[in-house]
């Protein structure tokens, strides 16, 4: 049997969506199993030895027509028996749609249906603390009738070089490794989502006053600027804990550091859910116009915990729409303030780091 699991979006999508690849691997142990992503994202994946190959789609496929074609023809070549597309977007439907597969899998979406032998609807009502992006993610297997679950979230693989690599650094930059250390995810993966610099240095401090620990910053180097400003607005005995050189030149490199770290704090996005994957525990805060209930994956309240200004300031999203709340974003991440959440924070810090 041949499947292709087709995951076309950002580093999240594609570590959530490796859990069909490894699910179908347990189902089907002698199966030739794909997965189809952005080159861009294929550090997250590399190594995972459930997945048979991996096929990467360029810029190349997505500004030529041409270039398109010849790849959807490369798809049909393969004659794969079963694809499943979770995202559905113009360039994965056309790929299903000429492959010739017998068995295409997606969600059900209004217009696009007939291009699939199999829809499943999606749904917001799970009662599991998986997340619900997970949860529909893993309902992409019921038309196989896949329902033992062997992974309910993914996992990254790092190498024993990778980790000689982390270790090298953190020599290089002389990080007590008698300390426990702490990456803060500081900048969003757009602004919109970027807890603001006043009150993240805020957070910061918080950090360094509660625990005795080494300091990190998740940012590249493109965000070097926003990185120095918020290091700026940190206490002087902050800074002294911060190692704000240490940053990963690749996905890979920043994979391997954040291995050596204990825990990761800070605004939610791929760096997240890397860490998570490295079983890692996570403080997470949302932007206000972000939907919680979609994103916060596997949370207990201890190892996980996340927070949205909704939670402790309801009436300012009352009778909004999502539109609505999108264009008040600043304004909500103005209230938004650390003092609600910092004494859960050093809790955190407390449990895992002490």
């Avoid at 952005?38 to 997945?51: C, E, L, M, R």
Wanted: hydrophobic fraction near 40%; glycine fraction near 4%; include cysteine.
């Amino acid at each position: 049997m041949k499947i292709l699991v087709i995951q076309q979006k950002m580093i999240g999508d594609v570590l959530v969506s490796s859990i069909l690849c490894e699910n179908l691997r347990y189902a089907y142990p002698d199966a030739q199993i794909d997965y189809l992503i952005y080159d861009s994202t294929k550090t997250v994946v590399d190594g995972a030895k459930y997945i048979s190959n991996l096929i990467l789609f360029t810029a190349k496929q997505r500004e030529s027509k041409w270039e398109l074609l010849k790849f959807i023809l490369k798809i049909r070549k393969e004659k794969y028996d079963v694809i499943i597309d979770p995202y559905s977007k113009l360039e994965s439907w056309l790929l299903v749609y000429f492959s010739g597969a017998k068995k295409t899998i997606s969600f059900e979406k209004k217009g696009r249906n007939f291009i699939y032998t199999d829809v499943v609807k999606r749904r917001d009502d799970y009662n599991s603390n998986l997340g619900t992006i997970i949860e529909q993610r893993l309902a992409l297997l019921e038309p196989l009738k896949i329902d033992n679950r062997k992974v309910t979230f993914p996992t990254i693989h790092v190498s024993e070089e990778e980790k000689q690599i982390a270790n090298t650094i953190f020599e290089k930059h002389a990080i007590d490794v008698s300390k426990k250390t702490v990456m803060v995810s500081i900048i969003g993966s757009e602004q919109s989502k970027t807890y603001p610099n006043q009150y993240m240095a805020q957070l910061i401090d918080c950090i360094a006053e509660t625990s005795n620990v080494n300091i990190l910053f998740n940012y590249i180097p493109n965000q070097m600027e926003q990185a120095k400003a918020i290091f700026n607005l940190c206490k002087d005995s902050t800074k002294k804990a911060i190692y704000f050189e240490v940053i990963g030149g690749s996905i890979r490199e920043f994979i391997a550091i954040m291995n050596q770290c204990d825990v990761i704090v800070g605004n939610d996005g791929g760096a997240i859910n890397m860490a998570k994957a490295l079983h890692k525990p996570s403080f997470v805060l949302f932007s206000p116009w972000i939907d919680k209930k979609g994103w916060a994956l596997i949370e207990d309240g201890i190892t996980h915990i996340s927070f949205h200004l909704q939670e402790f300031k309801p009436e300012l999203f009352e009778n909004k729409t999502p539109k609505e709340i999108k264009g008040e974003n600043d304004f909500l991440y103005e209230q938004f303030v650390p003092e609600l959440f910092l004494d859960k924070l050093k809790t955190f810090l407390l449990t895992h780091i002490g």
